[in-house]
C-alpha cells in the first residue's frame, strides 16, 4: 500500500497481489527456478515492514476510479494474510536452498492454495484468525468468570 494508510486497501489491489502470488509460484514451480517466489516475498515483505507493496503500487496505476469507489479490504486483516504468505514463501525458498524439495512444495503449494481460493471468494487468512480471535474471547471469558 502507499504512504497514505487507511483502514482498508481496494479489493482489486488485494487480487492483483493474489494473481501475482500465484503466477509467481506457478511458474516457478514450471521453470524450476525457485528464486522466483524472491519477489512475492520481497512485495509482502515491503508491504509488512514499510506498508508498501510494490505491486499494488503498480497495480494501482491500471485502475481508473478512485480508489474510494472499489469495494474496501481490511488493512489488518491483509496484514494478517501478508504474514502468513511472507512466512510461506520464505519458507519455501529456504527449503529449496538447503535441498528440501518436500518443503518448498509443501510450503509454495499452501500459499499457492490460500491465494488461488481467496481469488474465488473465499480467504483462509480470514477464517484462520476469525478462529483465533473467537478463541481469545472465549478464553478470556472464561477467565474472567473464573472463581478466585
Known sequence: MDSHISNSIPKPLVSINQWFIVISVVVSWLTNMEWLLILPFIAGLSGLLFRFNPVMHVGKRFLKKEMSSYPPEDFDQQQFNGAIAVVCLGSAFISSLIGWSIGYYLFSGMVFLAASIALLGFCVGCFIR???????????????????
Request: proline share 5%; hydrophobic share 25%.
Open 130 to 148: 476469525f478462529q483465533f480471535k473467537k478463541f481469545q474471547h472465549n478464553r478470556s471469558k472464561r477467565l474472567m468468570n473464573r472463581p478466585n
